[in-house]
């Protein structure tokens, strides 16, 4: 079981917004950056988001996150079909001295 | 061109070994750490280990489901990092993953390599 909680699916129509949640703790997302990762099928993990709110290059501004206390968010703005994908957050633990995952979220574009 | 390519995936039976490399090339390797992150099928990614570079001592961490099996370590002249994993579980069963850690921007796993399958059986 995953310290990082995520919503085990998440779905919308091209267009729409939509968000995935991550609840975590002080020792994790409390006190550490987020990351966020969208993983194609078939495919190695992608990095969209770092440091809580940045885009790497390369990211459309379609996608957008936010941290506030010891919860994350990802939004997905402008939905297109090629966003299906599984999306992880993640973050460093100082208890565990280790990063955790969240279980992640299917995101399916209806 | 930053590139990571894992290999040394395979069978191995419950209790055996295996070492896996990571490949690394396109970026100054002994300014980065390297994660290794796995995802075992049906189920989500897990980190396994971080190798830290010279300036953090080469220190290594580990995930609590393979500490005291697995050991991380790295060569900065050749630009690999291996895991070695001993005492092997059939949960163990998964692709591997390695990946650049850039933690003076808090840039997390920003490249993966293609992975390298492991089955325990």
């Known amino acids: 079981q995953s310290v990082l909680t995520q919503p085990p699916s998440a779905s919308g129509t091209p267009g729409q917004r939509v968000t995935v949640s991550c609840s975590g703790t002080?020792?994790?997302?409390?006190?550490?950056?987020v990351n966020w990762y969208q993983q194609l099928p078939g495919t190695a993990p992608k990095l969209v988001i770092f440091?809580?709110?940045m885009r790497p290059s390369g990211v459309p501004d379609r996608f957008s996150a936010s941290k506030s206390g010891t919860s994350a968010s990802l939004a997905i703005s402008g939905l297109r079909s090629e966003d299906e994908a599984d999306y992880y957050c993640?973050?460093?633990?100082?208890?565990?001295?280790?990063?955790?995952f969240g279980g992640g979220t299917k995101l399916t574009v209806l | 061109e930053v590139r990571l390519v894992e290999s040394g995936g395979g069978l191995v039976e419950p209790g055996g070994s295996l070492t896996l490399s990571c490949d690394v090339s396109?970026?100054?390797?002994?300014?980065?750490?390297i994660d290794w992150v796995r995802r075992a099928p049906g189920k989500g990614l897990e980190w396994v280990a971080r190798?830290?570079?010279?300036?953090?001592?080469?220190?290594?961490a580990y995930a609590a489901s393979v500490k005291g099996r697995f050991t991380v370590s790295r060569d900065d002249s050749r630009n690999f990092v291996y895991l070695q994993m001993n005492r092997l579980k059939i949960e163990d069963s998964a692709m591997y993953y390695c990946?650049?850690?850039?933690?003076?921007?808090?840039?997390?796993?920003?490249?993966w390599g293609q992975g390298t399958l492991v089955t325990v059986s």
């Open positions: 990946a650049r850690t850039d933690r003076t921007v808090h840039k997390d796993l920003d490249y």
């Open positions: 002080y020792s994790n997302i409390g006190t550490k950056t």
């Open positions: 396109g970026f100054v390797f002994s300014d980065y750490y």
């Open positions: 190798s830290r570079h010279k300036g953090k001592g080469y220190s290594t």
């Open positions: 440091n809580n709110n």
């Open positions: 993640a973050a460093w633990d100082d208890s565990l001295s280790g990063m955790l």
